[in-house]
Structures are given as C-alpha cells and as structure tokens.
C-alpha cells in the first residue's frame, strides 16, 4: 500500500521527499478535485503538521509567511495596508470551506492561470522558500510560475514559505477579481495593485493581472506610465489599453474570449487605481 | 515520523470513535461509509457545492476534501450533532422558515450556517450570504435558507389548522424534519452495508463504434463481475414515451453520445471504488459525430428509421399569419439561440437494488417517475412489472432529468446477476454526462401589431437540438408551438418545431420542456413591438392579454385566466422600477440599471394525453388514517400539499393523516413529478379520494354532509346537527388492504386530441405569470447583477403560501442561471466549477405575489406552478438589461463577453 506521510519535522519531510514517489499534500483542495474515488492515491506526503510551516512572521526584513497557513489566516491576519489586495483575494479563494483548508503554498505550487494569490504576490514583490534536502533556495514568484500547472520546484522541492520584503509592505494595496458569479468562481480577470503615494504622487506602483496569460503578470509599462503622477481622480487613465493588450496574451475559453480579457484587465486594473486615489482622498 | 494509520481515533459530535480508513481516504467517505453518518452529503467530491461541509475545531470544511489524517485530533462537527438535544434553534428556523425544499443542501447549509451563528450570532443579509456562498442549492434560490440564518430566535409554534382549515395555511412541510436532521435518505444512503459497489464504463467519445477485449480476464484478475449489454435478458432499449424508446441501457456496438455506459464492473465495494476505470478492456474506434443540429439534417443518420435525424415535428395553425403579419402596421422580427442547460441537483443518481425474498426485484433509487420506471426496467431486464418494485428514496432535486431510467436497469441487472444487493453512485462527472439537459433552441420568429398595438399575428420556427436519443423530444416539440405565443390573444398564428438528432447529450425534460426558451424570445420580441407602437411594456401586455372566454391559439376556449390579474399586480413596482432606474441612470454613466417585464403561461399535465393520478384513503381498525400518496416529492411539496387537499375534502385535521409511499407496492398510481402536474392532477384525485370516503363515512353513520369527523382512538366520531354516531372501527370487516373504510379514486384531466393545425384542447388546467426584473449593468465589464424581482403568479387557489413562494423562489434562480451563467459544454463543464449555477450572492430580494384567480376544473380552484415560475425570469432580465442599455441580447446565457459587445453593439458603452 503506498505510504501517507506527516511528518511533523521539515527535514523528514525533505528526507522523504528525496526518495521520490510522493505528492505533497497541504489543503488538498486542489489535489482531491483532481482525484476520482474515494481518496487520495498514490504515496501521499502530507505536510500540514509540520510546525514552523504555518503562519505569518515578521522581521526588519519583512514578513515569512509560512506555505502551509490557510486563506483564513491571511483574511484575519494583521498586516499592513499594502498586503490589503492579498487580504481581499484571501476571501475571494472558492469559498469560506475552502479558505479554511486551501493554504497559499499550495495555491503557488498547484500553478493555475487563475490562482487569486498569484497576481497578489506579484504585487508585493514575493519571493518563494524553496527547500530540499540539498539547501534552501529563493526565487521570484515571477520566476516560480513557469507556466500553465507549471513551477521551478524540483521533484525534492518543496516550497516552504513565501516572502515579502519589508519594503514592499509600503503603500496600499488593492484586488479586484471578475466572474460570471458572486461566489465559488473561477476569474475570468483580476487585477492586484499596490500604490505607494507619497506628497500626492504615486511614489511605487506594482500592477499585476491574473487569468489572462499562462502565468499572472506584473505590467511594468504601466507601473512607469503611473511613477511621478499626480494620484488623483485621473491617474487611472494613464494606464492605456495598447500597455495593457502588450503585457498580457490571454486565451479563448469557455468563460471569455481573449479579447474580452485584455479590455476587462484593463478596467479592473483603472478600477483599482481609481478606488485607491479615491480611498486616499477621502482618507 | 507518522505511519500509515490503519487504526485511529476521530472525535465526531463529542464522542470518541475508531475508523480504520486509510489516512488519505475523503473525510466524507469515512464518515458516510465507515460511520454510517449519512447526513453529511456529498454534491461533487470537488469543494464545488459544498453539500459536504462539517465544522473542524468550529471552522467549516468540505469534508470531500479533508484527507482523514487532517481530521484526527480535531473536533468535527456533522449535522447529526446538531440536534443531539432536540433540534436546535436553527434548525427549527429551517424549518419554520420553509428553508429545506428537496433537503440535500440543507445539511451543508446547516453547518456552514452554524460556523457564522457561533462568530455572530445575528448575522446580517450581505453576512449569511458571504457564510452561505460556499454551498449551492437548486431549489430554494436561497431566499429562505438566508431568512432562517438571519432569524433563529424562536418563533410562533407551528400551524396546526383544524378540520377544513388546511388549505390555504402555510403549514410547514410534513417530510421536513429528517430534511433538517440528516435524517431523510436519499437515493445514496442506507444501502445495505454488504452491497456490491457497480460503476459503469462510459464512452470518452461523441460517436464511437467499440469492441471489448478480454473483459473475462480482466474481470477475473481483480475479482469482479463484468455485464454487458449481452448479459441484458430483455430488450435492450427504454424511452420515458414507448413509441420513441431507442436508448439502450448498455450500449451494443455503437455509442451515440459522450458518457454513454458500455458495460459495468460489479463486486465488493472495497475493490470496485477504486478501480482504474481507464484501463478496462475496451477498444473505442471514433466516428465524425454530429454536432450541428442546423447541419444534422442532412448528416449521416444517428438512428435507423428516422431520415434526416428529425425525431419528431410539432404545428400549431390558426388563421393566416403571413397574411396578418403583411397587413400589420407594425412587424418586429428576431432570433434567440440557447444552449444545453444542466439540472444541477445537487444529488448526482444513486440507489441499489435488492432482491426481495420473494424473487421480487427491489429498485431503492431516487427518482420522479416510480411506475415509469418498474415498466420501463422490467421490459429491459426481461421481467413482468409484477416483479419489479420501485421504492423512490428521497429525491435530491430533479427538474425533470430524473424522469428518465439512469441507474435503474444498471442495478437491477447487477442484482439479478449477483443475487446480492447491489448498488450505484453517480459522480459528478457522470451524472453530468450521461443524464439529460434542456434542449437547445435556435428560434426564429415575426410579431405583429396593428397600429393601436393589438397583435395581428405571430410566425414561429424552432430547432431544438435533441441530443442523441429520444427521450423527451417529442413532448418539446409538441408543447412549445402550444406555448410560443404567450397568454396573450393571437388571432393569426404559425409555430413550427422540430426536434433534431445529434451526437450530443440526450436533451429530455427541464422545467418548462421548451417553453422557457420559446419565451424568451416571444418576451424580447414584445418589448421591441411595444416600442413601435408607442407602447409602454406592461400596457402593451395587459391589451393583449388573454382573458375570460377568449381561444387559444389552438382553438380552446380559456376559463379561469389570471394573466390580466399577475400583470396589473406588477403595475405599481413597475411604475416605480421604471422611475427610479431613470433617476439613477441620470447620475451613473459607468453602471446603468433598468427594468424589464415578462409573462408566462403553462398548461399542467400531459400534452391532450391521458394522464392520471389515483389516490387511495383507507382507515384502519385502530383508527389509523392512511393517505396513500403516490406523486414523488422531489422538494417542490406534493407530499404536503396532497395531504392538505386531502384533510380538507374529507373533513379532518391535517394531524389526523398519515403518509404512505410512493412505493410501487403500496401506492396507486400518481404518475410522473412533471408538467407541473401534481397539485392539479393527484391532487384532484385526492380531493375525489377525500370526498368518497367521507360520502361512505357519512353513509355508514347515516348523518348529514355539514358533519364533523372527529378520531376517538379506535373510534371515528361523527356529528352533525342532529347529535353523533360513533363509529367503533374495530367491529367494521375489512374491505381490502387492511381498511374498513376505503376509498380509491382517479382523475384524469379532459383533454381533447390535437388536430394537424394543432387544435384542439391540450390541456384542462393552465397557470399564468408575469416577472419584473430590475437589473444593473456594468457597461464596461458586461456584468449584470439583478437587484430585485417581483413575481407575480396566478396559483388559482394557494394551497400552501410557504411551498408556493419556494417554488416561485426557486424558479427564479433557474431562470437567472439560464439567463446569464449557465451553459453546458460536453468535455469542458462536466463539474460545478466549470459549469456555473447562482450561489446566494447571485440572486435578488424576490417579492412575490400570489394571485388567486380560482380554476373551474382545479382541485379546490387550484393550478399548477412548478415550471410557471422559471419561464419569465430569462425574458425579463434581458428586458431588462435592453431598457438599461439597449443592448439586445440573442443569445444566452448572458455571460460578460456578450453583454459587453451587445452593449457596444447599441452604441451605448461609455
């Protein structure tokens, strides 16, 4: 019978992971819906009771958040305004049951084009703790997600925690998903935005959207057309259509056309922008 | 580090249990199975419906996606512990509420709404719908489910109306307390623990012809049984309409659509569950399957006998519509197409099979069709009806799929095979596959008004996409050119209809067999007619509508027609809606709102085909009252209301009666949960049922008909005016199963067969309706959100306000799915994530109207309801999305994308 590990340490972990044959189980909100039958099959390496693998640290250095801690955990966490779009995505994964479970280590790993987190950690410039048996390493988010159900992670990886550097907790942040319902949905476009606004003029800005490339994107175009603005009630429009259409390539599917994407990227992202100055003014 | 846990310790409802499961196996599995806790449902085993949800340390979960590892060490909270104490407040609010309608959800509903309640504990709207997101229902459109959330202080003690008194009261339903508990069982539940597990293997293509390998061997290997279609001992083909049944229940040969079953895999349910399906010894060889229904006609036929795949046409004919439409001042003219549109019950089929000591074959399943099905099994296994007995479980959701045989001969032919009990589990997947959907339609058609806006004429032609077999196509065709005119006066008519064959999912019955689709563009095209006329919608409407004495458009004359009244109900939200979107749209550029009408009409029962219903009443010597009530409750009431219009023909308090069946062995005939026939025609039968007994009990007792029936243990007292006579039932002989006053009667709606024009009287009872949608419309995104709907139905004579709103409630939610997210791709939305139904954050304050315009021939003046409420949602919605933007959209469902262009199409996108 294939074995199901929890080990409660990192380094039985990574030891059982050296030796092959397994798959790495957090919230299994993801891994069951790929599973037909009555459970999971196959050797099972579950790492949901592994202490230090869960939950939100905080240092000069900015915050570790640890691979295992749940959507819950982020919804309820406190962390400074410019985790605020991550924050909201956190109630926006499935549902409230899934929130419970699903962790945002496994969100990252299980690599959907769709994943509400990663537009979010983009934004807040994350970087992915990968750890093996053979040393620790880090990596972009951006470098991380290769592509559609695709990582960096090697077979005896796992991802241990995500990182954010203090710098770029600065700011504000903000996430707006769409889709053809209220709850329980797959995006057909999100946007994540972090706004850094320093004397009424946007000091840092980090744009990023999901759902409509292989893998969620930052737009860098369009951080440049919004540096040195004025954020005001027209900032958002310095985000032009053309930025947006070349920094995505989305596809045909079922929930929208391509083109449908690019424009409804375009308006979460003015939307986002716009909430921000708009939030700031009346602040 | 951990071992493989093979025995463990889980804390359940504070008590300490042991499993042996392995640690990877679903928590919901573990408790379903192992533990035989079978409140916990499961919808999806995907996190999709969340029918799963248990709290773990208080927090909800979907157990189908706990790993049973995670859940040692914690304390997990089902809905059985709920009301370890009697029932809990809230659930009492479920109940009183009329929150539970078929009660598959209502378990999930249950949990997550406690893990709020116990956070906060007067949760607001927006708060129970955020808690509540994660768990889909099909029924209830939610609103009642979220009344009860918010409102779990105790409240009034039930009603308990006396004698004659039960019509007309908002009793709470009879069957509603195991729906609360997790009691009710359901088409998955309460098989026999030593039951063989049976799975079917299924087509991955649209068209295939196929060839099985070494299925002895394959079998033997893992010690299980193989059948096939050459194991069926009967004849190998059922259809819910016997002159069209072409659908075998194992495929021979050839498969004509995705998810067709080829053979099944029986044995021990350890060894069955996990089997790897995809290596079973079949060898597929794929055809070019026919897709178009536009281009089926001159494809390669799908079935013998039927040239140019057409199963069947409908006509209806009156006057000279292309005369009248040339004469007319004003023609709009347009097309609408629609999708597959799955039932989505949130209970995928399930049930098993047993042979009774008897040699009797017992078919324990969910189902709305319990006498079609024993016929329709027996003649596929090869045995009289006599020896097949069909016990429905509790029905999960239906909305007409569950007419149709799925897993009935699957289990049945397994059990003869075994001699074992034998059971059967649908998955998503599969249930999503291989049962019916809603037909398809491309409609076309001309409308027109003569220059004061009366109608002059209508032309209709409708393709409906019948999928690879018969199944309900016929009866599509032939009742939407009945309906395509709406309940207005069309003194010139032509609709036409066709029923087409592809390689496609089987499209049978779905709330509405086409006429929800036929509306939509009837409704979108009278708003367009209007408008020429310099009309207003509503007026437009109430000039045209049918009234008292007028004809069909098959030549009936129509009594007891209330759609003047639903419209003129509508009236002072519909100024007002009108007003206020103005008001708004005035200082909004981006989000614009509006506000859109429309109405329905709907014969109940049978297209001009006998359908009746028989209702036995029988008293026992110890002064038991029996109703023997056959029509299957699949959550819209009937086991209520029929008892309602029962007590009150007889003459007794609702109390005094007790519920038996449906069971093919113990209740006559009801026929088919469908056509929204059953208030109408059992209900008609029970109110005859009723009276007889009474009339025999009067006449036993020699007293007058004001009498007063009173149950006295063992006695049955009756008293008149004139003083009592007590009855002593035990000296009484027994007349026939076991009562010593009986009575047993039948109604079969009159109906007239339909000439070659269409005319005649298809139907002796119709209900009407009219919708108000207000609507906002993101003109950037495409997203529309529907702020509010006012439903306004003509129910002749409510017989129960709680189950009649459920239902209006309900319907509405299926017409806001098919208005604006829900289509059904074979391949791409075979799940409930990918194939999206509303959640509670999807659907709009609903006010609701019951209008009582009383039926002449109705049981106590009542009409049917069911699929009424569905039909005006889609037009009205996009009524209103045109009045707020004018976009006029074609096609649904309305998703973003096509709103948006719509929008941009009008020239009215900022």
């Known amino acids: 019978m294939a074995p199901y590990l929890r080990p409660r340490t990192l380094a039985e972990a990574l030891e059982a992971l050296a030796g092959g044959g397994l798959r790495v189980a957090a919230g299994c909100t993801d891994l069951f819906p790929a599973t037909r039958g009555p459970g999971l099959s196959g050797g099972i390496l579950d790492i949901t009771a592994i202490e230090g693998l869960r939950g939100i640290g905080e240092s000069a250095a900015g915050w570790r958040i640890g691979a295992t801690t749940s959507w819950a955990e982020i919804a309820r966490a406190g962390l400074p305004p410019g985790f605020d779009g991550l924050r909201a995505a956190a109630r926006e994964v499935g549902s409230v049951q899934v929130q419970t479970a699903g962790t945002v280590g496994g969100n990252l790993v299980n690599a959907s084009p769709a994943a509400d987190g990663a537009p979010c950690w983009l934004v807040l410039d994350a970087e992915v703790e990968l750890a093996s048996h053979r040393g620790t390493r880090r990596l972009a988010v951006a470098d991380f997600l290769t592509g559609p159900r695709q990582t960096a992670r090697a077979a005896d990886e796992l991802l241990t925690a995500i990182h954010v550097p203090r710098a770029a907790g600065a700011g504000q942040g903000a996430f707006l998903k769409l889709g053809a319902r209220r709850y329980l949905v797959i995006s057909i476009a999100m946007a994540a935005v972090r706004l850094d606004i320093q004397a009424g003029r946007v000091a840092h800005a980090a744009l990023a959207v999901g759902a409509c490339s292989a893998t969620a994107r930052r737009l860098p175009d369009a951080e440049a057309a919004l540096r040195g603005r004025r954020a005001d009630a027209g900032l958002a429009d310095a985000i032009t259509a053309g930025i947006v259409a070349r920094a995505l390539a989305p596809i045909d599917d079922h929930r929208a056309p391509a083109a449908y994407r690019t424009r409804a990227a375009l308006t979460l992202l003015r939307r986002a922008v716009a909430g921000l100055c708009a939030e700031r003014a009346v602040a | 580090m951990n071992r493989p846990e093979t025995l463990a310790t889980l804390r359940v409802n504070g008590a300490e249990v042991r499993v042996s499961s392995p640690p990877g196996r679903r928590l919901s599995e573990v408790l379903r199975e192992e533990l035989r806790l079978q409140g916990t449902k499961v919808g999806c085993d995907a996190g999709d419906c969340g029918a799963c949800t248990v709290l773990l340390d208080g927090a909800p979960v979907c157990a189908c996606l706990t790993p049973l590892a995670q859940a040692l060490g914690r304390a997990i909270t089902t809905v059985e512990g709920l009301s370890a104490e009697g029932l809990s407040r809230l659930q009492e609010a479920f109940l009183r509420h009329g929150a539970a309608q078929c009660g598959i959800c209502t378990p999930g509903m249950l949990m997550a709404a406690s893990a709020v309640l116990a956070v906060t504990p007067r949760p607001t709207r927006a708060e129970a719908e955020a808690a509540l997101g994660g768990v889909l229902c099909r029924c209830t459109g939610y609103a009642r489910i979220l009344d009860a959330v918010c409102d779990v202080a105790p409240g009034p003690e039930p009603l308990r109306p006396v004698a004659g008194a039960a019509v007309g009261a908002a009793v709470e339903r009879l069957d509603g307390r195991p729906k609360v508990t997790g009691a009710e069982r359901f088409g998955a539940d309460g098989a026999p623990v030593d039951a063989l597990l049976v799975r079917a293997v299924r087509a991955p293509h649209a068209a295939a012809r196929f060839a099985f390998g070494d299925l002895a061997g394959w079998a033997a290997a893992r010690g299980v049984r193989v059948l096939t279609a050459a194991d069926i001992q009967g004849e190998n083909r059922f259809g819910v309409i016997p002159p069209f049944a072409d659908q075998p229940a194992l495929a021979e040969a050839e498969t004509r659509f995705r998810g067709e079953a080829v053979a099944l895999v029986v044995g021990e349910a350890a060894t069955v569950a996990g089997l790897d399906l995809s290596a079973f010894p079949v060898v597929w060889h794929p055809g070019a399957p026919v897709t178009d229904p536009a281009g089926a006609a001159a494809a390669r036929p799908i079935h013998a006998g039927r040239p140019g795949n057409l199963l069947t046409a409908g006509r209806v004919v009156t006057g000279g519509a292309a005369a009248a439409l040339a004469a007319s001042a004003h023609v709009v003219e347009g097309a609408v197409e629609t999708g597959f549109v799955e039932h989505a019950y949130i209970e995928p089929e399930a049930g098993w099979a ?420 207000e609507v906002e419309v993101d003109t950037e995104l495409g997203t529309v959100r529907v702020i509010r709907i006012t439903a306004a139905h003509d129910v002749g004579r409510v017989v129960n306000p709680t189950l009649a709103e459920g239902q209006v409630q309900g319907g509405i939610a299926q017409g806001l799915g098919l208005a604006l997210m829900e289509e059904y791709l074979p391949g791409r939305t075979e799940n409930l994530h990918d194939y999206l139904i509303p959640t509670t954050g999807d659907m709009p304050e609903i006010e609701t109207i019951l209008v009582e315009v009383p039926d002449p021939e109705g049981p106590m003046g009542a009409k049917g309801l069911g699929e009424h409420a569905l039909i005006p949602t889609a037009p009205a919605i996009l009524n209103a999305i045109a009045h707020a933007t004018g976009a006029r959209i074609t096609r649904v469902p309305a998703l973003p994308h096509r709103v948006l262009a719509a929008v941009r199409a009008a020239g009215r996108g900022p």
């Not at chain 2, 339609?441 to 220059?451: E, F, H, K, M, W």
């Not at chain 2, 709102?593 to 109405?599: C, D, E, F, N, T």
């Not at chain 2, 009937?638 to 109390?655: K, M, P, R, Y």
């Open chain 2, 354 to 773: 047993e042979i009774a000591p008897d040699g009797t074959l017992v078919i324990h399943a969910c189902t709305q069709a319990p006498v079609m099905d024993r016929d329709d099994t027996a003649r596929v296994l090869g045995l009289p009806p006599a020896r097949v007995r069909i016990v429905p479980t509790a029905v999960g959701g239906g909305f007409g799929s569950k007419l149709d045989l799925s897993l009935q001969p699957l289990i049945g032919l397994a059990a003869l095979a075994t001699g074992r009990p034998c059971r059967m589990v649908y998955d998503r997947a599969e249930s999503m596959m291989s049962t019916t959907k809603r037909h398809p339609a491309r409609l076309t058609a001309r409308i027109g008004c003569d220059a004061g806006g009366w109608l002059t004429g209508m032309e209709f032609d409708g393709l409906f996409d019948t999928g690879a077999y018969a199944s309900w196509g016929p009866t599509v065709a032939n009742r939407v050119p009945v309906h395509a005119s709406g309940p207005y006066r069309m003194p010139a008519y032509r609709a036409e209809t066709r029923a087409i064959h592809t390689n496609n999912p089987v499209a049978g019955a779905f709330r509405g067999f086409g006429v929800p689709q036929a509306a939509i563009l009837q409704e979108t095209l009278f708003d367009r007619l209007a408008e020429a006329a310099g009309l207003d919608p509503l007026d437009f409407r109430l000039r045209n509508a049918l009234r008292d004495g007028d004809r069909s458009v098959c030549g009936q004359e129509m009594r007891g027609v209330g759609i003047a009244q639903c419209l003129t109900a509508l009236a002072p939200r519909w100024r007002a809606a009108r007003a206020e979107a103005a008001a708004f749209n005035a200082g909004s550029t981006v989000v614009k709102r509006g506000a859109g009408l429309a109405s329905c009409w709907y014969g109940c029962g049978n297209t001009a085909l006998p359908n009746p219903s028989t209702v036995r009443l029988g008293i026992t010597r110890e002064g038991r009252l029996w109703l023997h009530q056959g029509a299957t409750d699949i959550g819209q009431g009937s086991n209520t209301v029929i008892a309602q219009l029962a007590a009150d023909a007889l003459g007794v308090a609702l109390g005094d009666i007790g519920l038996i069946g449906p069971d093919t062995a113990l209740t006559p005939d009801c026929g088919k949960t469908s056509a929204s026939r059953q208030t109408v025609v059992t209900g008609k039968a029970a109110v005859l049922a009723g009276r007889a007994l009474r009339a025999a009990i009067l006449a036993r007792a020699n007293r007058g008909d004001d009498a007063a029936l009173r149950f006295d243990g063992g006695r049955l007292v009756v008293r008149d005016g004139q003083g009592e006579t007590v009855l002593d039932l035990g000296t009484l002989p027994e007349i026939a199963h076991g009562y010593v006053l009986l009575a047993e009667e039948t109604y079969d709606p009159p109906t007239a067969p339909l000439d070659a024009d269409g005319q005649g009287r298809p139907y002796a009872v119709y209900g009407y309706g009219a919708q108000l949608a």
